[in-house]
């Protein structure tokens, strides 16, 4: 199986922050990612599918990049309600698997 | 906008059979593919596998013994099943909607805690 580690595991950020946190394949897996946002008690969200396409609805401050094996997600201007666990997960194989998140909390 | 809402018994005992059903409003069964994932206490997500909108199914293969997801489009629904259940399997089951080609999950449940205990 692809397995996908996830970077930093927390990171502390305020308001109006620009965030980077990134996401690395055990293999190479072309531009087959996808990043969701996971709030406790609220149903998950796609933000990015296809590694930098945006899912409908999503504001424009976050953004995806990479392709192969190292891929990001960043958020422009971190937001209120942004803080939250972002996880990546892979779609290269029909074995889907994800990462294991990264938190953003309030510095 | 497609609604998800999980359902079924919030503690069940060791070995018995997890069951779980994800109702499916403004959107239907019959297309799309319809997943499963879960996400145990204080670890990540695991993806349990989905059902193509053809009916067909795909596992993960460290749970493909024991899971069984079936759909009922009278009532749009999709059905998760996972036997002999352990203590392990305590876990958010979350249901979600799976977009072809690059298989995003657009569109997710709450999640319902399940747990394994005696």
């Known amino acids: 199986d692809i397995q996908m580690t996830q970077s930093p595991p927390s990171l502390s950020a305020s308001v109006g922050d620009s965030v980077t946190f990134t996401c690395r394949a055990s293999q190479s897996i072309s531009r087959y990612v996808n990043w969701y946002q996971m709030k406790s008690g609220k149903a998950p969200k796609l933000l990015i599918y296809a590694a930098s396409n945006l899912h409908s609805g999503v504001p424009s401050r976050f953004s995806g990049s990479g392709s192969g094996t190292e891929f990001t997600l960043t958020i422009s201007s971190l937001q209120p309600e942004d803080f939250a666990t972002y996880h990546c997960q892979q779609s290269y194989s029909p074995f889907l698997t994800f990462g294991g998140g990264t938190r953003v909390e309030v510095k | 906008q497609v609604q998800l809402q999980e359902s079924g018994p919030g503690l069940i005992k060791p070995s018995e059979t997890l069951s779980l059903t994800c109702t499916v409003s403004d959107a239907s069964i019959t297309t799309h593919y319809w997943g499963w994932i879960r996400q145990p206490p204080g670890k990540g997500l695991e993806w349990i596998g989905y059902m193509y909108h053809s009916g067909g199914t795909n596992y993960n293969p460290s749970l493909k013994s024991r899971v069984t997801i079936s759909g009922d489009t009278s009532k749009n629904q999709v059905s998760l099943r996972l036997s002999s259940v352990t203590a392990a399997d305590t876990a958010v089951y979350y249901c979600?909607?799976?977009?072809?080609?690059?298989?995003?999950?657009?569109?997710w449940g709450q999640g319902a805690l399940v747990t394994v205990s005696s």
């Open positions: 979600a909607r799976g977009v072809e080609g690059v298989v995003q999950f657009d569109s």
